[in-house]
């Protein structure tokens, strides 16, 4: 409720440039991102919030696998997407409204979080189909040279 009017405009202009289309989600994009969850988390008073914003951005950013999985839905992601669920937030945190505001985070977060789940998902099962390929490979062929030797 209490937000200032310079760190909404700072938000909209963040949530601007991340939503230029862009296929590598640009380094801009990428700074904006993460400078636009700071910004609320700031903006929001509480050190703990601000801690934990900190500490998964981090995550995001030096785990290898985290930044794997992030890398690859930015890579499929469109630009409009991730506009709309930060324009969201925005916008509730323009009204003052609290309540939406935290819908509206929880919402991009789910769907960060599918995101995320659907990609390992997809990269596991691309493993499996690949050692799969590879064991019924060697199964025809030690089967062919079996019966022709």
């Known amino acids: ?18 939503s230029q289309d862009d296929p590598q989600f640009s380094d801009a994009s ?3 991102d993460r400078e636009f969850h700071l910004t609320i988390a700031k903006a929001s008073g509480n050190a703990v919030v601000q801690h934990v914003v900190e500490s998964l951005w981090k995550i995001r ?39 939406a505001a935290r819908h509206a ?11 995320m ?6 990269k596991e099962l691309e493993e499996l ?7 019924r490979q060697r199964y025809l062929d030690s089967v062919t040279h079996g019966h022709t030797g």
């Open 1 to 18: 409720k209490h937000i200032s009017d310079e760190t909404l405009e700072r938000l909209s202009e963040l949530v601007e440039t991340m």
């Open 30 to 32: 990428q700074q904006a």
């Open 61 to 99: 950013t030096e785990v290898p696998e985290v930044r794997e999985v992030h890398a690859a839905i930015c890579a499929v992601e469109e630009a409009a997407n991730r506009h709309t669920e930060h324009a969201d937030v925005v916008k509730a945190l323009h009204d003052r409204d609290p309540s």
């Open 105 to 115: 985070m929880q919402a991009h977060f789910r769907g960060l979080l599918g995101s």
């Open 117 to 122: 789940i659907d990609v390992t998902e997809e």
């Open 129 to 135: 189909r690949k050692k799969t390929t590879e064991s």
